[in-house]
């Protein structure tokens, strides 16, 4: 049984988000997978040596940055290589990560003012992951998980 690789702040157990929030994914398919055991959690960011609660951070242009300007491009560039490498490590079938997060987001991310607003774009740990190869889809997108299991993409 191939496994899917989740964040972490959708898997639960662990405060990981940045806000320290439970943002844990309760959709009945991505519970069952959990119960057998299918999804292996992984969060960049605690990767990348951050610690929980953490400044939100967000995508201005090739870096990631707090609100106040601190450059965290290596720390969330860390996070995602570990996670590309658990990613191959376990052959992983595909990932569903969280939307709009500077690691994790895979169709949208904040723009980079820390005005609200989002764009489309893809967080790092996600663009990682596809230039390796693999599939990244969101919490949105459970349909299409559950199809690509059918299809085989996870025996
Ligand atoms: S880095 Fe990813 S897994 Fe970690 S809290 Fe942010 S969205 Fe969740």
């Known amino acids: 049984m191939k496994k899917i690789l989740v964040s972490e702040c959708l898997y639960g157990g662990r405060a990981v988000r940045y806000d320290g929030a439970d943002i844990r994914e309760t959709d009945p398919r991505f ?45 969330y560039a860390a996070g995602a290589a570990e996670a590309l490498r658990l990613a ?6 595909f990932a569903i990560l969280k939307q709009g997060s ?9 723009d980079g003012t820390f005005s609200g607003l989002k764009k ?4 790092l740990t996600a663009e990682y992951l596809r230039n390796a190869g ?18 085989g993409d996870g025996d």
């Open 31 to 75: 519970l069952r997978w959990k119960a057998e055991g299918r999804l292996l959690p992984v969060c960049p960011e605690v990767f990348g040596g951050l610690t929980t609660p953490r400044p939100a951070a967000q995508r201005v242009g090739d870096r990631v940055r707090t609100e106040s300007g601190k450059d965290v491009t290596r720390e």
């Open 120 to 123: 489309k774009g893809q967080g």
């Open 134 to 151: 693999f599939t990244v889809l969101g919490e949105e997108d459970l349909d299409e998980a559950a199809r690509l299991l059918a299809d």
């Open 88 to 93: 191959r490590e376990h052959a992983v079938a």
């Open 102 to 110: 500077p690691s994790c987001g895979s169709k949208y991310i904040h």
